[in-house]
C-alpha cells in the first residue's frame, strides 16, 4: 500500500470512529471499543479488505454490497461456519452486519469526496 493509499485508509477510518465506533453499544460513547479482551470487531479485524469490496461494488444496490462482503469478508471470519451460518451475525454481534448500511454510506462518501478533490483539489 503507498502513502496515498494509506492516507485514503486513514480518511474511511477516522468516518467510521467518528460515526459507527462513537454510536456503538460495544464502544465507550468515545470510539474506543470494549469488547472483551479475547474478542475483536469485525469492522477492524476486516477494515482494509471491507474498504476495498464496497468501493469495488458497482452498483445501486445494497444486495450487491451484501452478496460482496459475505463472499469477501464473512467467508474468512472465524465466526461463520462453512455452511455461511454466522452465530455472530444472526444475533447483531457483528459490527460489520449491524452497522453495514451505515458503513457503506461512510465509505462511498469518503470515496467519492476522495475523487472530487483528485479532480477539482481540496473541497
Known sequence: MDSQEDTSMDQYWDSIRKNVCRKCIDGDGKGACR???DESCGLD???PEIV???TAVQS???QDYVVALRARICAN???QYADGVCRKRD???CALDRYLPVVIDIIE???LSSVVAT???PI
Do not use: N
Open 119 to 121: 479532480q477539482h483539489g
Open 52 to 54: 476495498q469490496t464496497v
Open 35 to 37: 469488547l472483551p479482551i
Open 60 to 62: 445501486d444496490s445494497f
Open 91 to 93: 444475533t447483531l454481534e
Open 77 to 79: 471470519c472465524e465466526h
Open 45 to 47: 479485524k476486516f477494515f
Open 109 to 111: 462518501s469518503v470515496k
